[in-house]
């Protein structure tokens, strides 16, 4: 490396000085994930005057339909911003001005393979991030693919997972971004969760080459550790086990800490008894090598989708005398874990009770489970006939009357009641904590928003499946033959280019990604906005039940995990989901009383709550006197030196700021759509900005545009 001379030193540090900046520079604002800047520009005395400093629109002008949800979280490198467009263009802003550098198009002359996109990696002057099954590598200077990585500038999510599967044409693709040690780009990945789930290894590429360096299983294999947590042959079927959360990293210790989905199929295990490690769990591997050095389960044996939602957080804290470094972690179920950074063990007492143990024919559940006991929890855990909403006497009657037909309603109010053909309601799916994660000060208060929103779930044996795939096909085939076939063909096959073949879709996209195509379009393809719920799942049904792979004909495999052929796979597990459903009242509002989202600082040093403030209104109940309820929210918040919370995520489509003291709102902006995602600030020659991807969607109006905001007068 070449020496300076301390007058070049000056020079330097003079030039950078004149266009100095501070970044924002990877997601979560660093690798410890903590949502945090050291900016105090804007603060307590000013936001109130906050305001607009630029809007750039980042949809596709030729697209006029598909537009939807932007998750994605911006990094800012030396002043330039990097961010996605809802349909997955990358793009570098100049950060002061907002003014496009240039855009890169992954699909260009391809059809989109369109999923969420959380954040982007950066690394020595590239970006990472994922498009369907590949992870590009873009020059962040010209915006083009670097020829020299992996395959012309991408690498496939599919390396390292053939091993027993054949996962090619599987789900698989990442939401969360990549995180960096040293030279190596480490990655989870978003894969199903039904019988034809890829297993969700986590993977350490060469951030050079492309090369696959090393692969952890979170499902272990012939002598592995853990592997007697699972059937025999269970290595050979079973999928899920993602991290589609995303990563954080300790540098010093040179250890990469993620967690963990469940275990396919979601919300039956009969075929995989055991704890089924490392399912739910935070992991801290070996960042060099990919080598196990501790893990925390969470959930044993999950039949509830329990994921870890979120990449955890790492701080050091003073506890009990001693400063200790740490990791946070919160989850779906609405708890928070502090973890010994070193080993893994709790700061703070878990009992570990019985629960209930009767599940579906073939079930194994766990016999014990996990709580925590400080902090308290972030939700409530069990839905009981006094939680039901309480908004209007009909809102009442009207959930009252569903929550009377489950099992809920005859059994003492337990969040881990197995799943049951009759009907269990539960919270804790679309969180407690969610994909955007948390913020930690250095003072040691961590801030989470959380969800709380009743579902309920009632399982179906595959011969009652069959019986009524059999009725739907019906249905599916003639609303398909009325609406579809003209375009598609009556056989189905499209017409060669562009109108795709449809007797293959199963292997291209998920249910979810063709009932969203149905209802919105895509590029030439109308949207459908007539079909009801059900006629549209009716089709889908017909399209995917001739060949979907996990539910293939006359599959009558003995249901034990003893007797499972492993070579059946994609497999149709015996008891899949016929109702998964948010419980709503009549209005659509959440069936339970609020509060429905909740904003919560917590003191780590002791474990005990701050403040708890609702998060997001409905104008037309605060109107009839019903105080702010919260609402669900998508995105995390940001936490900044002055004093400030930042956080939208909510369906009132503001973007807010809070006191982080007293969790009282100091300013409020209505975005153009609702910005489902979380903020960032960084500074620019002098200027304070924070930014925020609006991209709507959820059922809402939907746009393109990434706003920024400063302080009057300044640049
Ligand atoms: C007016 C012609 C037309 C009609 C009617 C039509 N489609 Fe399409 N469909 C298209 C075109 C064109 C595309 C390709 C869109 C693109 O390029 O992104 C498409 C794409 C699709 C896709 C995505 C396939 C893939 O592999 O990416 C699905 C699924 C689909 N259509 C389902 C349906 C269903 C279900 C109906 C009836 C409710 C329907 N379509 C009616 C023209 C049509």
Redesign the pocket.
């Known amino acids: 490396m070449k020496k300076f001379t301390p007058l070049l030193l000056i020079i330097v540090a003079a030039c950078t000085h004149s266009h100095s900046h501070t970044d924002y520079r990877a997601y979560g604002g660093n690798a410890a994930g903590n949502r945090y800047s050291p900016l105090s520009r804007i603060n307590k005395t000013n936001v109130s005057t906050l305001q607009l400093a630029w809007t750039y629109n980042s949809a596709d002008t030729n697209i006029a339909k598909?537009e939807h949800e932007i998750q994605c979280q911006p990094i800012v490198i030396d002043g330039i911003l990097y961010g996605t467009s809802s349909t997955l263009k990358l793009f570098a802003l100049d950060a002061a001005t907002g003014k496009q550098h240039w855009q890169f198009d992954p699909f260009k002359n391809k059809?989109?393979?369109i999923n969420q996109c959380r954040g982007i990696t950066w690394y020595a002057g590239r970006l990472f991030y994922a498009t369907g099954s590949d992870c590009w590598c873009v020059d962040a200077n010209t915006g083009t693919p670097v020829n020299s990585f992996g395959d012309s500038g991408h690498i496939s999510l599919y390396a390292g997972l053939d091993l027993n599967h054949p996962v090619e044409g599987l789900y698989v693709t990442a939401t969360s971004p990549g995180i960096i040690y040293k030279n190596t780009l480490i990655i989870g990945s978003a894969v199903s969760e039904s019988g034809d789930a890829a297993p969700g290894y986590l993977r350490g590429f060469d951030a050079r080459s492309g090369k696959l360096l090393w692969t952890f299983h979170t499902i272990p294999q012939p002598g592995e550790p853990a592997y007697n947590t699972w059937p025999k042959d269970a290595y050979k079927f079973a999928g899920g086990v993602n991290n589609w959360s995303g990563l954080s990293l300790d540098e010093k210790r040179g250890t990469v800490y993620f967690g963990t989905g469940s275990p396919s199929s979601d919300f039956y295990g009969g075929d995989r008894p055991g704890d089924n490690l490392y399912s739910d769990c935070i992991l801290a591997l070996d960042a060099a090598t990919g080598k196990l050095r501790w893990y925390f389960q969470t959930i044993h044996h999950d039949l509830w989708d329990r994921d870890i939602p979120c990449p955890p957080n790492l701080t050091t804290i003073e506890y009990n005398g001693k400063k200790t470094d740490v990791l946070v972690q919160s989850t779906k179920d609405g708890l928070v874990y502090v973890l010994d950074r070193d080993n893994g063990t709790s700061l703070f007492p878990i009992e570990e009770r019985p629960v209930p143990t009767i599940g579906l024919p073939g079930e194994h559940p766990a016999a014990t489970q996990r709580y925590p006991q400080k902090p308290l929890p972030l939700a409530r855990q069990t839905i009981a006939d006094t939680d039901l909403t309480n908004i209007s006497p009909q809102a009442h009657a009207f959930v009252k009357n569903i929550y009377d037909h489950t099992t809920n309603a005859k059994s003492p109010p337990d969040k881990f009641l197995p799943p049951d053909t009759l009907g269990t309601l539960l919270v804790g799916y679309s969180g407690g904590a969610e994909w955007g994660g948390n913020a930690i000060d250095p003072a040691g208060i961590f801030y989470q928003n959380s969800n709380e929103a009743p579902w309920l779930l009632k399982m179906i044996s595959r011969e009652d499946r069959q019986k009524q795939a059999a009725g739907n096909a019906n249905l599916g085939s003639a609303?398909?033959a009325t609406?579809?076939a003209?375009?598609?063909g009556a056989n189905r096959k499209?017409n060669g280019h562009?109108?795709?073949?449809?007797t293959?879709?199963a292997q291209?996209?998920r249910p979810a990604?063709?009932a969203s195509?149905?209802i919105h379009g895509?590029?030439?393809?109308?949207s459908?906005p007539q079909?009801s719920e059900p006629q549209?799942a009716a089709?889908?049904n017909y399209?995917l039940g001739k060949q979907n792979p996990s539910r293939p004909p006359g599959n009558d495999q003995p249901l034990t995990a003893e007797h499972r052929d492993p070579t059946n796979f994609p497999y149709s597990p015996p008891y899949t989901s016929r109702v998964w459903d948010k419980l709503t009242d009549s209005d659509g509002y959440p069936g339970i009383k609020p509060p429905w989202g909740t904003l919560n600082a917590i003191d780590l040093r002791t474990g005990d709550y701050r403040w708890r403030v609702p998060l997001g209104e409905f104008p037309e109940l605060t109107r009839k006197g019903i105080p702010p309820t919260g609402m669900e929210s998508y995105g995390g918040p940001l936490v900044t030196a002055g004093g400030l919370l930042f956080i939208a995520g909510t369906r009132d489509e503001m973007l807010r700021a809070f006191d982080t003291r007293t969790g009282t709102i100091v300013w409020q902006y209505h975005l153009p759509n609702a910005g489902f995602a979380t903020p960032i600030t960084y500074e620019v020659d002098g200027t304070q900005y924070i930014v925020i991807a609006a991209g709507g969607g959820r059922g809402l109006p939907t746009g393109g545009n990434y706003l920024a905001f400063k302080l009057p007068g300044t640049k």
């Open positions: 598909h059809r989109p393979r609303l398909y609406n579809c003209a375009c598609h499209g562009e109108i795709p073949d449809l293959t879709v291209r996209l990604d063709i195509i149905v895509q590029n030439r393809m109308p459908f079909l549209r089709i889908i399209l």
